[in-house]
């Protein structure tokens, strides 16, 4: 082994490492922003949740109702009506007789002009640095984060 080989498999190891470790500062700057938010800035994470989701039904054409939204997040459905008038008391939803069931309702955005990126600041500034990736560069991270996300689901589970 020359020199050369040993200094390439030490960057390389570097390298993975670096990777690794960056993974976990940012799952732990994650748990951190949870908190925070739970607390201090605004809807909480299952509150941004469920606007997505949202946002996602009515951009296909589809309505929710509360009890998908809980199933959705996997919460009770006393949560996702608290969670649902706060929402509509900042503006964010409406909700609208549901034309097949007279019991039920369904959530609508109230403004469409409302992207998914203003419910989240901190995922409009992720596409932001992934818009200067290369389109190699991208697949390859989003590979290697999709399989971290498994591995983190699959905890517990």
């Given amino acids: 082994m020359t020199v050369t080989d040993t200094e390439t498999d030490f960057d390389t190891n570097e390298a993975i490492h670096d990777a690794a470790r960056s993974v976990e500062l940012l799952r732990l700057s994650e748990a951190r922003l949870s908190r925070r938010r739970q607390t201090d800035c605004g809807p909480s994470e299952n509150a941004r949740a469920a606007m997505r989701y949202i946002l996602e039904r009515a951009d296909v054409g589809e309505g929710v109702?509360?009890?998908?939204?809980?199933?959705?997040?996997?919460?009770?459905?006393?949560?996702?009506?608290?969670?649902?008038?706060?929402?509509?008391a900042g503006g964010m939803i409406a909700f609208e007789a549901h034309p097949r069931d007279r019991r039920s309702k369904l959530?609508?955005?109230?403004?469409?002009?409302?992207?998914?990126?203003?419910?989240?600041?901190?995922?409009?500034?992720?596409?932001?640095?992934?818009?200067?990736?290369?389109?190699?560069?991208?697949?390859?991270?989003?590979?290697f984060l999709e399989r971290v996300r498994e591995v983190v689901d699959a905890e517990c589970a």
């Fill in 65 to 88: 109702t509360p009890s998908e939204i809980a199933s959705h997040l996997g919460v009770s459905g006393a949560s996702v009506t608290g969670m649902l008038d706060r929402l509509h």
């Fill in 107 to 143: 959530v609508v955005p109230f403004d469409r002009s409302t992207d998914a990126d203003d419910v989240d600041p901190v995922t409009a500034k992720i596409r932001q640095f992934a818009a200067d990736l290369s389109p190699e560069a991208a697949a390859q991270i989003a590979d």
